[in-house]
């Protein structure tokens, strides 16, 4: 193949002699057909289920992959993880989703869950397996078909609607005692779902002593998403708390901001973790290490004014080299 190459480029000699630096390379490459070696490590386009590709769909919004290794199934918009879990109960394997827990102890008893972002459900069980009621919002009717198909989505544990969160909260006059907000696209966190006008929106759906979360994704945790969401929430609510979980503190990971008007005090103790590598640590190690965000100086998101999703390109680059450090298979993901 190396000669055949070696052959037609002094064939082109003439031609090629012309071009200068860089184009010379890009021309002969395409004459020569080797630039299809490019692609030979692209995803597979089609389910291959002894590699681990259960599914593929293309929505209207973005290419949904169902991926299972090493006993986790995965949830991929575009390239990007959006749940994991393992496949023998649904359980998360990711540590924010049992951070978000940690809402649940803010209540003496279950109540009712507006979760924003569907994904696998993991968040939805969650809660659900604890007694909440809860209703949830996905843009993305084929997200909420593979949460259903293929990561043990029931009708009793939660109402689904497809359509955009904040048309939702625009149209519907239900209270929730918590609401969630784990909505992403393919990278970024939707802008129009993190501004003060949203917050206010979602502060119109709060019940007294009601609570709001947001999952963020994050490189470090004082990165400019968390600090300016921060800055935003403290317009809307008189108490704003963060709850870190990666390590060390100026890494990519997931953080989660809690808002409420009330302290957020603790009706029931956290469990004691039995392990390093358990949902109870990860808990543990949010609480302790929670911290009010110093937003001196820093800008609100607004309608006419939000660079989230400018900012969200180097958290999206990082996120995605560490999918890969994890789902290892060629042809499985982006």
């Given at each position: 193949f190396?000669v055949g ?7 082109l000699?003439?031609?090629?002699g ?5 184009g010379?390379?890009?021309?002969l490459?395409i ?13 597979t ?6 590699n ?13 992959r ?8 995965y ?10 879990a393992?496949?023998?109960?649904w ?6 989703v049992n951070?978000?827990?940690i809402a ?8 009712d869950?507006l979760?924003?972002g ?19 919002v ?28 904040r048309?939702f909260l ?10 969630i907000?784990d909505?992403?696209?393919s990278s970024s ?14 502060k119109s ?9 947001a999952n ?6 004082l ?5 300016s969401m ?5 317009r ?13 503190p100026d890494q990519?990971g997931n ?6 008007d ?10 004691r973790p ?14 302790d290490?929670r911290?009010?965000v110093?937003?001196n ?7 006419d004014l939000n660079?989230?999703d400018v900012?969200?390109?180097r ?6 080299k560490?999918l ?7 042809g499985?993901?982006w």
């Amino acid at each position: 193949f190396l000669v055949g190459v070696l052959l037609i480029a002094t064939a082109l000699a003439g031609f090629i002699g012309r071009l200068k630096g860089v184009g010379a390379l890009i021309t002969l490459l395409i004459l020569t057909g080797t630039v299809t070696l490019a692609f030979r490590v692209a995803p597979t386009q089609t389910p291959d289920p002894r590699n681990g590709v259960i599914a593929i769909e293309h929505s209207a919004y973005a290419e949904i992959r169902v991926v299972d290794q090493d006993d986790v199934r995965y949830l991929l918009i575009d390239g990007s993880t959006h749940t994991a879990a393992d496949t023998s109960s649904w359980n998360s394997q990711f540590a924010y989703v049992n951070v978000m827990d940690i809402a649940k102890q803010f209540f003496d008893q279950p109540g009712d869950l507006l979760l924003v972002g569907l994904g696998g459900a993991s968040v939805v069980k969650s809660f659900a397996r604890a007694g909440w009621r809860v209703d949830a919002v996905e843009i993305d009717p084929v997200v909420t078909r593979m949460a259903r198909k293929y990561f043990g989505l029931l009708d009793t544990e939660a109402r689904v609607y497809d359509v955009d969160g904040r048309q939702f909260l625009i149209t519907s006059d239900k209270a929730y005692d918590l609401v969630i907000m784990d909505a992403y696209g393919s990278s970024s966190i939707p802008f129009h779902l993190v501004t003060e006008e949203a917050f206010g929106l979602v502060k119109s759906h709060l019940k007294p002593n009601g609570v709001l979360a947001a999952n963020v994704e994050t490189l470090g945790w004082l990165g400019a998403t968390v600090k300016s969401m921060a800055a935003t929430l403290n317009r809307k609510f008189s108490h704003v708390t963060a709850f870190p979980m990666a390590e060390p503190p100026d890494q990519f990971g997931n953080l989660v901001l809690m808002a409420s008007d009330r302290e957020l005090k603790l009706e029931h103790e956290l469990p004691r973790p039995l392990d390093r590598f358990s949902p109870e640590y990860d808990q543990n190690h949010a609480w302790d290490n929670r911290f009010i965000v110093d937003t001196n100086g820093v800008a609100v998101l607004t309608d006419d004014l939000n660079p989230i999703d400018v900012w969200s390109e180097r958290v999206n680059l990082a996120s995605r080299k560490q999918l890969h450090t994890f789902i290892d298979k060629q042809g499985i993901a982006w």
